[in-house]
């Protein structure tokens, strides 16, 4: 039976193929030279590496021998003279950002060693390509612990660099090579394990914790039964009334009974005044529109001042646009001193009371 060429090349794709710029292949050392390198590329013809890409990769093809296999990237598909000109280094690159995106789908748990810090968060190496774990993605455990100040930068930082040096296991949650971007994961991990063990509980349940930490937003509670876990009570969870620094409700080692008022992607959302009970419940009772009232001036805000009304537990607010603008209510009232008021509004299901001072 007679073959044409048409079969011949259907019989071996090869014959086809095209070699395409930024294509990553394997090529075979053919020849070294001191400013250049061939490599045979089978049907694709022969590659060279030369002038800059050459001395990027002259520690690479020094340990080469003739015949030795190497990947490489096809930076121009023909040159002037024939060849296929050849990246050594951009196919190696490419080859650790593939190995990274493996990491990122297969949800891989890696152990990487941390080499620096910023106020940001971790950096690290995977492959010798740079990677960056936010503060977010800490676990509880690993997350810095420090109270608004001048100086709350730093003192994350203080905190950030005390890792340095150390191994983390993590898991890759986004790269995009195009941007040098790797970002990855304690909490992953650590949430994960978290979930296992949150099954046991449910939204309602009151357990005994010991309080671990305390930041701006709140404070971390671990389970006395179960120490791996740790919970968060958001500073609005704290107490009824209006807190400024959790420090004034709690304290680190201080044993707690609190409320487990959600679980959610195996995290744990706790309450310390959901056990205590509702100043507000009674306001209807003790504050009623119209109703004089005596306060002393709490803390400015842009939207007025908030009046303590005696107790500690209720708070009134002043509208700033009752003095005209804030230069205007600070001149007319000051933190720590009390004066008479008459409640505009009362609606202690909303937990808001409006004041406005009462004419002299």
Not at 43 to 65: D, P, Q
Not at 135 to 147: D, G, K
Not at 231 to 238: A, K
Not at 269 to 276: G, I, M, N, R, V
Request: overall charge negative.
């Amino acid at each position: 039976m007679k073959t044409t060429f048409a079969d011949f090349v259907k019989n071996d794709s090869t014959l086809l193929k095209i070699p395409r710029e930024g294509e990553v292949v394997e090529g075979t050392l053919i020849e070294k030279k001191p400013r250049r390198a061939y490599f045979n590329l089978g049907s694709l013809g022969t590659g060279i590496v030369f002038g800059r890409e050459y001395i990027n990769a002259k520690e690479t093809i020094k340990g080469l021998s003739p015949g030795d296999k190497v990947g490489a990237k096809i930076s121009i598909a023909q040159d002037e003279d024939g060849y296929i000109e050849l990246s050594l280094g951009a196919a190696h690159e490419e080859r650790q950002w593939s190995g990274v995106t493996e990491y990122k789908e297969t949800g891989e748990v890696i152990t990487v060693k941390i080499t620096g810090a910023n106020s940001g968060g971790l950096i690290a190496t995977i492959s010798n390509l740079k990677a960056f774990l936010p503060v977010s993605q800490l676990s509880n455990e690993h997350y810095p612990r420090v109270t608004s100040g001048d100086n709350q930068k730093e003192a994350i930082l203080k905190e950030l660099k005390k890792f340095t040096g150390q191994d983390l296991r993590v898991k890759v949650i986004d790269v995009n090579p195009r941007g040098e971007k790797l970002i990855i994961s304690e909490r992953e991990i650590s949430d994960e394990n978290v979930k296992e063990l949150l099954k046991k509980y449910e939204v309602g349940a009151i357990i005994d914790g010991i309080v671990s930490g305390v930041a701006d937003f709140g404070a971390f509670v671990k389970f006395v039964d179960n120490p791996s876990i740790e919970g968060l009570i958001h500073i609005s969870e704290l107490d009824h009334k209006l807190i400024e620094n959790p420090k004034e409700v709690v304290k680190v080692d201080e044993a707690v009974k609190v409320k487990i008022i959600d679980i959610k992607d195996g995290r744990v959302f706790l309450s310390l005044k959901a056990l205590k009970s509702d100043p507000w419940s009674l306001v209807g009772e003790k504050y009623k529109e119209g109703a004089d009232v005596t306060g002393r001036v709490k803390k400015f805000n842009p939207y007025g001042a908030f009046i303590d009304l005696g107790d500690g537990e209720i708070q009134g607010l002043i509208h700033v646009s009752e003095f005209g603008g804030t230069e205007e209510m600070k001149r007319s009232i000051e933190i720590g001193k009390e004066y008479d008021f008459v409640i505009t509004m009362a609606k202690p299901e909303e937990k808001r009371l409006l004041l406005k001072l009462k004419s002299r």
